[in-house]
């Protein structure tokens, strides 16, 4: 809890990203349908792909395991990522067996976005920023996520200070496959922590 959250400045790249499209609404080159479809697309696949990258690389290489688990900030700029407005600090935190990550900003919507780029409607909704701490089973049964009471959540609040990612389980099943192949496995709500990484590939 605390720290900084509506005094967060809007990162550079969406404020050049708001005039473009203004722009090209305005000039008819552009409706605001296609806009929509294209917010979906950053948000559900081009986004997260960083963070998935991320997650894949933890799983094959543990000594990078190691290094985002320590500083998480430091590790995704490993990889390339990060940069301002992405928050000082970038906590990753580990699902286990016995353990179960949730992401919140219950004040706004502060969002890890160098690694999972813009954040779904319904993680900035009043229902899922009160939900998650008040209820955090009962709303990732809503999403899909039956957890066993022997499964401790624990829930993450994030501010313009610090960020947090999940680093979700490796399914089982996947040791044949590469870093790229499993970094396909990786979802935007894995990461955020409303759903597991499963096996099949998600559609794109
Ligand atoms: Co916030």
Redesign the pocket.
Known sequence: MG????S?PEPYPALRVRALESLLIEKGLLSSDVVDKLVAIYENDVGPMNGARVVARAWVDSAYKQRLLADGAAAIAELGFGGRGGGDKLVAVENTPTVHNLVV??????YPWPVLGLPPNWYKMPAYRSRAVLEPRTLLREFGLELPESVEVRVWD???EVRYLVLPERPAGTGHLGEAELARLVTRDAMIGVARVTAAAPAR
């Open positions: 720290g900084t959250h509506n967060e900003c219950t004040l706004c919507s502060c994030s501010s313009a």
